[in-house]
């Protein structure tokens, strides 16, 4: 069946660092994938999304790109905040089914 | 626009006691929903989803049960509720055609 695998946290960066969170995924069809956010005591908020394959998907400084020849889509930010520490989930809707399937979520941390 | 509205925000209920939490979408028609728990920690785990009105999938077997009375309204049900009940529900809303999925603001559920 579809699944997303993301990798494992907690991630810890200073200010104004480079980050990357590694998301792949399984899916039969052409999935639409998503980055959701959740901040401490919060619901999940769509950070971005991208429905196609090549698709960019942006928001806030955050990046990520479907690439469907290695079935990726990765989160970047060139600068990462203080604010910026929460719980970030990769999440597909298959193209087969209309489950929403979410990784287990990667806890980013910056420190000032 | 569209809008997800769940309540209640926080609830405490006895072991043995029902419970009903409420999910309804507004500025959207025929909605795939979805209900989701996170237990201590961070995982999302799907209970159930639907994609139209008495089409309920149960992702695993357990105390719940969901209805979707109405094409927008979507139930998450017990009848006696158990400690391991306990944790964050989330309903969650996507467009046909999967190019986006809402989340509500969740329910923070003690069982004591």
């Known amino acids: 069946g579809d699944s997303v695998t993301q990798m494992e946290g907690p991630v810890t960066l200073s200010e104004e660092a480079f980050l990357t969170i590694n998301c792949t995924y399984t899916?039969?069809?052409?999935?639409?994938l998503f980055w959701y956010v959740q901040y401490p005591g919060e619901g999940l908020q769509l950070l971005l999304k991208?429905?196609?394959?090549?698709d960019k998907g942006s928001n806030k400084g955050f990046e990520a790109t479907y690439r469907k020849e290695t079935t990726s889509f990765h989160l970047e930010k060139g600068s990462v905040q203080v604010s910026d520490s929460a719980v970030y989930f990769c999440?597909?809707?298959?193209?087969?089914?209309?489950?929403?399937?979410f990784g287990t979520g990667t806890l980013l941390a910056v420190q000032p | 626009s569209q809008t997800i509205h769940q309540w209640p925000a926080t609830l405490v209920q006895p072991v043995g006691s029902p419970l009903s939490l409420e999910c309804t979408v507004e500025?959207?028609?025929?909605?795939?929903l979805y209900w989701y728990r996170q237990a201590a920690g961070r995982g999302l785990q799907l209970l159930f989803y639907?994609?139209?009105?008495?089409?309920i999938s149960s992702e695993v077997p357990q105390n719940l049960s969901a209805s979707r009375p109405q094409d927008r309204q979507f139930i998450l049900s017990s009848k006696k509720l158990l400690l391991s009940d306990s944790g964050f529900y989330l309903c969650?809303?996507?467009?046909?055609?999967?190019?986006?999925?809402?989340f509500g603001q969740g329910t923070r559920l003690t069982v004591v």
């Open positions: 500025g959207t028609s025929n909605p795939n």
């Open positions: 999440a597909l809707i298959g193209g087969a089914t209309n489950k929403l399937i």
């Open positions: 991208a429905t196609k394959a090549d």
């Open positions: 969650a809303w996507s467009a046909e055609g999967a190019r986006a999925a809402f």
């Open positions: 899916a039969t069809g052409y999935p639409s």
């Open positions: 639907s994609v139209g009105i008495g089409q």
